[in-house]
């Protein structure tokens, strides 16, 4: 029986140094690891890193494993409600008992770390490790991991990716990985280990330069985007699309991939390589990229808090784009899969993001925007965030509502009011993976409820 509970080992984590904050240095990561036996070499990895993309990707190659019949263990950041969502066992998020258990297990060591460093093991240092030993324990077949934030002072890098995949790059924490492609493709580079294989997702070329010459430095196999892997064909279906895709190993036709956008296409595209790079790697797992394998675990595969359908009647969709890399890629989801008129933004969004190129990226879309902040600190007051709307959309087409419940209430209200004269009207609630997961927590009805009622 546990000493703790789950809502104080939550606790604990979160009184820790936050994981937005960088110390560029594995060193309090390793020792800590070191001191649990080094259980991220148990398993093979598969390691992400990029800008936009990452856990979408991850829970794809997630599903395609799982179908190919191995024992996965995923770890991605950040979570949505709960903190559980980061470790997941086949496909499942830890329960509350084993995140305990795991916790209480590395506890000692963690006093050992914090007390010869300068300084304490972070959060996420802190719950990597817990991942990694909880993948030990399972134990899993493959572990998939998602960055923190860069790549190679990211805690998660004292794994060593036997396949390494990068995202599409572009410009997101700035203030800590740098305000160029360029310059943050060379600290996302450092996944790329001696021996493996890197996954290249389609790069600008300046980018693709960057990644290339790391390859050569350290002796790695790589797979581009548009030159050993890509996506042929794709059309919109309904709840979905249906996606071809050339392979590292042949061809794939129509699969019904049930995400929405191009981007989650590429995102297919993707994760399909690094499996295939992955499976070709050992005796044991040759052969297991079946077309019936890729179609089942395409099928099987959800992104929560991404182009999410959360309700209908009106239409109400939850995105975690936070940046305008991002943010363009969900208005063009939007315009190419659904019909609204008028489209309602309910956005709240980090203080510390590009907000006037989030905003820019949504004004072609948006009816009105719905101005409002999630319960994060480091969120942008609403009125705040309401200033900069009116100097995107005008004044005319701001409104602000602090509480993120009344935000959502007045955008029902008005996709609903509009849609009486214009047509089918719509929600979407955006700008931050908080936003979209306190969102989620007000609007998704859980299984117990549902059984409830």
């Known amino acids: 029986m546990s000493d703790l509970t789950y809502a104080e080992v939550s606790a604990k984590l979160q009184a820790r140094w936050p994981e937005n904050k960088m110390d560029p240095t ?15 070499k148990a398993y093979p990895v598969v390691h992400l890193t990029g800008t936009n993309g990452k856990t979408s990707t991850a829970r794809m190659i997630d599903s395609l494993l799982r179908e190919a019949g191995l024992r996965t263990g995923r770890f991605t950041s950040p979570h949505l409600e709960t903190v559980r969502e980061r470790i997941t066992l086949g496909g499942e998020p830890i ?28 959060f996420f240092e802190v719950i990597t490790a817990m991942a990694f030993a909880a993948f030990a324990d399972a134990p899993v077949d493959v572990a998939i991991v998602e960055v923190g934030l860069g790549g190679t002072w990211d805690a998660t890098n004292v794994a060593d990716g036997v396949v390494s995949v990068i995202t599409p790059i572009a410009v997101d924490h700035a203030h800590i990985l740098g305000t160029d492609p360029v310059t943050i493709a060379g600290e996302k580079s450092g996944i790329i280990k001696p021996g493996g294989t890197a996954v290249l997702a389609q790069q600008s070329l300046d980018v693709l330069e960057v990644l290339q010459r790391r390859v050569a430095q350290v002796g790695a ?10 996506v042929t064909s794709r059309s919109v279906a309904v709840g979905g699309q249906l ?20 981007y989650q296409a590429h995102n297919a595209a993707t994760a399909l390589a690094a499996v295939e790079a992955l499976l070709g790697a050992t005796e044991q797992t040759e052969g297991r990229v079946t077309a019936e394998v890729v179609q089942a675990g395409f099928a099987e595969t959800t992104s929560p808090g991404r182009m999410e359908v959360v309700r209908t009647g009106p239409t109400v969709i939850v995105d975690a784009a936070h940046n305008p890399h991002g ?36 004004e072609p879309i948006m009816e009105t925007i719905v101005c409002t902040r999630n319960s994060f600190e480091r969120s942008m007051p609403a009125e705040e965030l309401g200033e900069i709307a009116a100097e995107v959309f005008g004044e005319d087409r701001v409104v602000v509502r602090p509480h993120l419940v009344d935000a959502i209430d007045e955008g029902l209200r008005l996709a609903e009011q509009d849609a009486i004269a214009f047509g089918s009207g719509g929600v979407l609630i955006t700008g931050s993976v908080i936003t979209a997961g306190e969102a989620r927590k007000l609007l998704v009805r859980k299984p117990k409820e549902a059984e409830q009622r």
Not at 26 to 40: H, I, K, S
Not at 221 to 230: D, I, N, W, Y
Request: proline share 5%; aromatic share 10%.
């Open 327 to 362: 943010a363009e890629a969900t208005a063009a989801t939007v315009s190419e899969a659904f019909a609204f008129n008028p489209l309602i933004g309910v956005v709240g969004v980090m203080r510390d993001k590009d907000v006037y190129g989030v905003l820019e990226a949504y």
């Open 26 to 40: 594995l060193e309090r990561v390793q020792r800590l690891t070191e001191l649990l036996g080094d259980p991220q």
């Open 243 to 262: 996606i071809s895709i050339k392979g590292l190993g042949g061809e794939y036709e129509d699969i019904f991939l049930p995400l929405h956008g191009e």
């Open 95 to 122: 329960s509350e008992q084993r995140f305990v258990e795991t916790y209480e297990e590395i506890a000692p060591y963690l006093d050992v770390v914090d007390s010869e460093q300068e300084h304490p093991l972070s």
């Open 221 to 230: 196999q790589v797979a581009r985007e548009g030159l050993e892997f890509g």
